[in-house]
């Protein structure tokens, strides 16, 4: 007999072992390997100042994180930092970039990186509406 368990305190192993078990389901329905990792650093004498990380896979870029430290916004880094992780990417064969934002401020910066609207979802989290946006890169 198979018991349901619900827990509003799930162990880490479980989490893992669900998500790694949908993701290589999802991935072998379209004959799909495992994801690159890929980063991209911005170090200022040793501390980091900003970073970009993704992942590739089917010829795609995500990237998951874009982050300049508040002392060095406004001066270009964060763009420089999208534009290195996209060359990096685009130099192993990804063709297009994907990036998500809750920040329509932020989703306009990528708009201004060459960056189009493809998919909006308004009120995503209570008062916060989701960007999915795309970049060709080849």
Avoid at 68 to 89: F, K, M, P, S, T
Avoid at 93 to 102: A, F, K, N, V
Wanted: hydrophobic share 40%; proline share 4%; with cysteine.
């Amino acid at each position: 007999m198979n018991d349901v368990e619900i827990s509003f305190a799930p162990s880490p192993q479980d989490l893992q072992q669900l998500a790694a078990a949908v993701i290589r389901h999802d991935r072998a329905s379209i004959g799909a390997g495992s994801p690159q990792p890929l980063a991209c650093w911005l170090r200022e004498d040793g501390r980091l100042v900003g970073g970009a990380s993704g992942r590739m896979e089917l010829r795609r870029l995500y990237v998951e994180f874009l982050w300049v430290d508040g002392e060095r916004r406004a001066q270009g880094l964060g763009g420089r930092l999208l534009l290195n992780i996209e060359q990096a990417a685009r130099g192993v064969g990804c063709t297009e970039c994907l990036i998500e934002s809750l920040s329509g401020a932020t989703a306009a910066f990528y708009r201004r990186a060459g960056y189009r609207d493809h998919a909006f979802i308004e009120d995503y989290i209570p008062g916060l509406s989701l960007y999915v946006l795309l970049k060709n890169l080849a």
